[in-house]
Every structure is written in C-alpha cells, then in structure tokens.
C-alpha cells in the first residue's frame, strides 16, 4: 500500500474538491465537514469522470404524497447520467451494491494523505 501527500488542509475549502491522479489513476478529494474523502473518480455505470460532477442533495425515503429532501452538499451526481452517490460511503442512493471504490484518506499534520492499495471494492461487501 502506498501513501501519497495529496494536498495540504487549506487547498480544498470546505464542500470542495480536488482531482488528482495517484498511481495511472484519477482520484477525487472532498471536503465535507472537514472530513476528507477519497473516491476513484469513475463512475460503476458507464465509466464517467464521476469526480466532475455536481455535488447536491437527495430525495430521501418518505410516505405517499410526502416528499423528504436531505443529505444536502453530501450527494455527488454523475454528469452523464445522474446517478447519485454519497460521497461519505461511495455507495449509491438508489442500491447499495453499487458503489464508487473509496480510499482511505488521513490529515497528519496538516497534510491529506490518500492511501491506493486500501481501496474499498465498487461491489457490495
């Protein structure tokens, strides 16, 4: 497994990102909170750069007639096609066995560092 120094704290402002590539491969980096999360910035339905797209809410489970909008800011929609996935898990609203492969991501002094090798599947557990 190896580490990579992707950005410092400062370099995304909070509900950003940056794309980087470790290692052949695209890897987008969110601020949420200031928490940090990385995603493979490829979409599991028909390979998108999933990283570029819009980040929102959703539409949350709720009764007949009763619409629910939540998650706001915590939601990256695909720009191809409009999945939607939570960034926090990579998994998507509407099944969660799909899902986008997420990276370890720790702030050690100041620093973001991302993790290739401790990837979590695109599949289900």
Not at 47 to 62: D, E, F, H, K, N
Request: hydrophobic share 40%.
């Amino acid at each position: 497994m190896a580490r990579h120094i992707v950005a410092r704290v400062e370099d995304i402002p909070h509900g950003g990102r940056k794309i980087v590539r470790l290692e052949g491969r695209e890897v987008g980096i969110f601020n949420l909170d200031d928490r940090f999360y990385a995603l493979k910035n490829v979409c599991p339905h028909q390979g998108a750069r999933v990283c570029l797209g819009r980040i929102v809410g959703t539409t949350l489970p709720s009764e007949v007639y009763e619409f629910k909008y939540g998650l706001e800011g915590r939601i990256l929609r695909c720009p191809w096609h409009e999945w939607e996935y939570d960034i926090t898990t990579g998994r998507s609203v509407f099944d969660e066995n799909v899902r986008i492969v997420t990276y370890a991501v720790e702030v050690v002094d100041g620093e973001i560092a991302v993790t290739i090798g401790a990837e979590r599947p695109a599949a289900a557990d």
